[in-house]
């Protein structure tokens, strides 16, 4: 078990509402211009923006989770 001190902990907390903020402003989807062309309405792909840092988002998720068990000092 890790010990945290009270200021640190509050300052994880903060770091998970930010992360909770920017999940809700990226997981959506978005469309993109593919290439041009005369048909405009087929010239754009959906793509989901969290999909691109979803990897980074578990990695800092996971410690803030396991925040919750560190023992406080």
Known sequence: M???SKEGY????VIKNALDSMYDKLNK???TKVKPTK???VNYKSTN???SVQSEFEA???IVAE???WKEV
């Open 10 to 13: 509050e300052q994880i907390k």
């Open 60 to 62: 800092i998720a996971g």
């Open 29 to 31: 989807t978005v469309y």
């Open 39 to 41: 048909n405009e309405d």
């Open 2 to 4: 890790s010990a945290i």
């Open 67 to 69: 925040s919750d068990s």
């Open 49 to 51: 923006m969290f999909s």
